[in-house]
């Protein structure tokens, strides 16, 4: 689907151009993150939402690594990493389906389970087939390390990851016949400027957004089995409560009525 923006988002969100480089056999795909980093900030702050500078910091490299990875993915494929760091002790949760442009996150910094390495998951969905899993144990802090650890262990694809600027990322990817030794040795410079020494053939335009979807209903849903067994524990005395997306961390107040007339109408 080449040259191709979804309609319901051709004015919303971030552009993500995909190139195929002549003789050299690989994908770049580059974009500006800055009107995406502003969304997720006013999420944030919409939500009451507070991360760590050093968290926030990593995770923007996170969402512009997972992002870049959507675009040069099918148009079908619903995807989701979860990335586990020990030093810091911290949980970066992103998603994206690539048929709408939504993408959104979470990070997660109580109660995150300690464990002997740092752990990266990648979870995909391509149309009705099954989840597939992925799995990878990787060193360090860096988002994007453990994204090119992923990609050449589980892909099994050399991909490097560049940062062309404060908010400008590229990744560029390795396809059959490529040059290993030309990408090993990529600088920055020169992923910046292969415009005008490499030839590239415009492959893709997409859009992405910051957005979940995430309404009271599907939350009713995460609620449905534990007030089926437990509604005193789930609810006590109190008429609502107040439960966090699991993606996004948007907050939902659902109260003991709504809950009640959910699981009665989803009984089956």
Not at 156 to 185: I, N, S
Not at 221 to 232: I, T
Request: charged share 25%; proline share 5%; aromatic share 10%.
């Amino acid at each position: 689907m080449p040259n191709t923006v979804p309609p319901n988002l051709a004015d919303a969100g971030i552009e993500v151009r995909t190139y195929y480089v002549r003789n050299r056999n690989v994908l770049l795909a580059r974009a500006g993150f800055g009107d995406l980093y502003v969304d997720r900030y006013l999420h944030l702050a919409d939500q009451g939402l507070k991360v760590a500078p050093e968290h926030d910091a990593m995770f923007k490299r996170a969402l512009a690594a997972f992002t870049l990875h959507c675009a040069s993915r099918p148009w079908k494929e619903t995807t989701a990493w979860t990335i586990n760091f020990q030093q810091p002790l911290v949980n970066f949760f992103l998603t994206g389906d690539n048929e709408t442009g939504a993408v959104t996150g979470r990070v997660f910094d109580e109660n995150v389970k300690e464990l002997p390495t740092n752990i990266f998951y990648a979870d995909v969905v391509n149309g009705t087939q099954p989840k597939r899993r992925s799995t990878v144990d990787f060193t360090g802090a860096d988002p994007i390390a453990a994204a090119e650890k992923f990609y050449a262990q589980s892909e099994q694809r050399l991909t490097r990851y560049v940062q062309l600027g404060e908010e400008d990322f590229a990744m560029v990817t390795e396809h059959p016949d490529c040059d290993l030794d030309w990408l090993r040795a990529l600088t920055v410079e020169q992923v910046r400027n292969l415009d005008t020494t490499e030839t590239l053939a415009l492959l893709e335009r997409r859009i992405y957004r910051w957005h979940c979807g995430c309404n009271d209903a599907r939350m009713m849903e995460v609620l449905a089995s534990p007030m089926r067994q437990d509604p005193e524990g789930l609810f006590g005395d109190e008429p609502k409560l107040e439960i966090r997306c699991p993606r996004c961390g948007a907050r939902h107040i659902i109260t003991r009525e709504a809950m009640e007339t959910f699981v009665a109408e989803n009984a089956g």
